[in-house]
C-alpha cells in the first residue's frame, strides 16, 4: 500500500473511513476502534514531544558552543 507523504483533507477522511470499516469487518467493537484511536493520539503526541524535545536540546547546545 502506498501512502503519499502529504495527505489532504479528503485524503485523510477516506483513509480514515476504509480504516474504520476494515477493522469493523473484521470484527472489531466500536469500543475496541476507539481505545485503537486513543492509543494512536498517545503515540503521536509522545512523537510530537519528543521531537520538540530534540529540537529545544539542539537549539541549546548551540546556543552554549
Do not use: C, W
Not at 485523510?12 to 492509543?39: D, P, V
Not at 510530537?48 to 552554549?64: K, N, P
Amino acid at each position: 500500500m502506498m501512502v503519499p507523504t502529504m495527505l489532504d483533507s479528503k485524503g485523510t477522511k477516506i483513509l480514515a473511513k476504509s480504516l474504520f470499516k476494515e477493522l469493523r469487518g473484521n470484527g472489531y467493537s466500536a469500543n475496541q476502534i476507539l481505545s485503537l484511536s486513543t492509543e494512536l493520539i498517545d503515540l503521536v503526541t509522545q512523537d510530537l514531544r519528543d521531537a520538540s524535545q530534540q529540537a529545544h536540546d539542539t537549539s541549546e547546545r548551540q546556543l552554549t558552543a
